[in-house]
């Protein structure tokens, strides 16, 4: 069956929605953005891991939209600008212990989590208990309502911001979606180079194209999309695409990077 138009157009908008804020990864000048969708899988795999509590709704977004700074390259469309990030946080504690405890213990691993385990950086991590609970629930069950807020600030206010291809053939797929070749950049590498180079790097799973093509490229700039496999740092995977883009321009380009996924492992 022929997928319309209009088909498309809400598939596309459905897959940015999944994705979640994009958020700036790393230092400003890595000029790279992770889907908020990825770091929660991390960080709610970090809070299962916590004694004591069963982590509900996680959200993170920038601490002070405020005092954001101004991106070093093109970030993706609607992406939070360079800034520290707030995690918000809701679970329910498990158990007779004092609530600090859990809530500490919570705390700290969302911060290790967001900061070692992806690149994050974060300012503040808040919490909000949403039940008392005797033991694990049942698999099956409703979110309570909010029942006390543990954030260390007391901060009301939300989160601030707005709102498959492996190494073998991504060349010639991301090419297909980048419309051919590059327009300006100097004598025009193709996008299968810039695909390929991308690909190749150690801790890349496969480029991604949620946005649209893998690999977006025109006279002015550069975006890659992929997502990382798991036992590698985002951050650090992330640089090392800008790093092989670059390499392979004939002419320097500001290189941006979006991470849509990152692999668990164990």
Do not use: N, Y
């Not at 920038?62 to 609607?78: F, H, I, N, Q, R």
């Amino acid at each position: 069956m022929r997928m319309t138009g209009a088909e498309g157009w809400t598939g596309a908008v459905r897959a940015r929605l999944r994705l979640g804020r994009l958020l700036p990864l790393g230092a400003p000048g890595d000029g790279a953005w992770l889907a908020e969708q990825a770091a929660e899988k991390v960080l709610r795999r970090a809070a299962e891991r916590v004694p004591g509590v069963l982590p509900g709704r996680i959200r993170v977004g920038l601490a002070d939209p405020g005092s954001a700074g101004t991106p070093a390259v093109p970030p993706p469309p609607a992406a939070l600008p360079p800034g520290p990030l707030r995690i918000e946080a809701e679970f329910a504690a498990i158990g007779a212990a004092p609530l600090v405890e859990p809530a500490e213990r919570l705390r700290g691993a969302l911060f290790t989590a967001a900061g070692e385990r992806l690149g994050l950086r974060v300012a503040a991590v808040d919490l909000r208990i949403t039940a008392l609970l005797d033991g694990p629930p049942e698999p099956a069950g409703a979110r309570t309502p909010v029942a006390a807020d543990l954030s260390p600030d007391a901060d009301p206010s939300p989160v601030g911001g707005p709102a498959a291809v492996g190494p073998e053939g991504a060349g010639q797929q991301a090419a297909e979606g980048a419309g051919g070749r590059l327009p300006g950049a100097g004598a025009g590498e193709p996008p299968d180079a810039i695909a390929a180079a991308a690909a190749a790097v150690p801790g890349v799973a496969r480029l991604t194209g949620t946005l649209g093509a893998a690999v977006r490229a025109d006279e002015s700039s550069v975006r890659v999309e992929c997502a990382t496999a798991p036992g590698h740092h985002p951050v650090e995977v992330a640089r090392a695409v800008r790093a092989a883009v670059t390499s392979v321009l004939p002419s320097p380009l500001p290189v941006t990077v979006l991470v849509t996924d990152v692999g668990l492992g164990a």
